[in-house]
């Protein structure tokens, strides 16, 4: 990204020497001793830096729009692409029917682990932290609600 910037910059200047050039050339004496006058170079190499100038950063700015869209299109792609959502509509419905023969704390740490494995970014799972996260938080919050609030949870093949 910051060639593409720097292409632009240049391709401004180059812009504007051909364009100096260009009008510097106006000023020359048009006397023509063959068909082709002194002002005829000037103009030309005015006339072809201004273009090659304007490709420049015609093509500075197309590489630019795209790298930006394509960093736009990684960043949303992420958490909404379409197999993420139905991984984790998948894991949520198993969750909800294996509750009762599992176990709150089986299938929590299942869910949580995979839950978080599905939603992290590929650069930054790190499984033995998801492992230690899923099973301690449902451990935790089993022995919490059964031995504090004397709330029943489903024990599963543990119970």
Partial sequence: MVQQKKDIWS???SLILG???LIASFGIDKTRLAGVGPEYLPKAVGIYISILSLILISNSLYELNIKKTKEKKDKDEGPLEVRTFVASVILLISYIFLLK????????AVFLFGEMYIL?????????????????????VYFLFVNVFNLLLPAGILG
Avoid: K, Q
């Fill in 19 to 21: 364009l100096a050039v």
């Fill in 11 to 13: 391709g401004f200047f």
């Fill in 120 to 140: 992290a970014p590929r650069n930054h799972r790190n499984i033995l932290l998801f492992l230690i996260l899923s099973t301690g938080l449902p451990t935790a």
């Fill in 101 to 108: 023969v599992l176990g709150f704390i089986i299938m929590s």
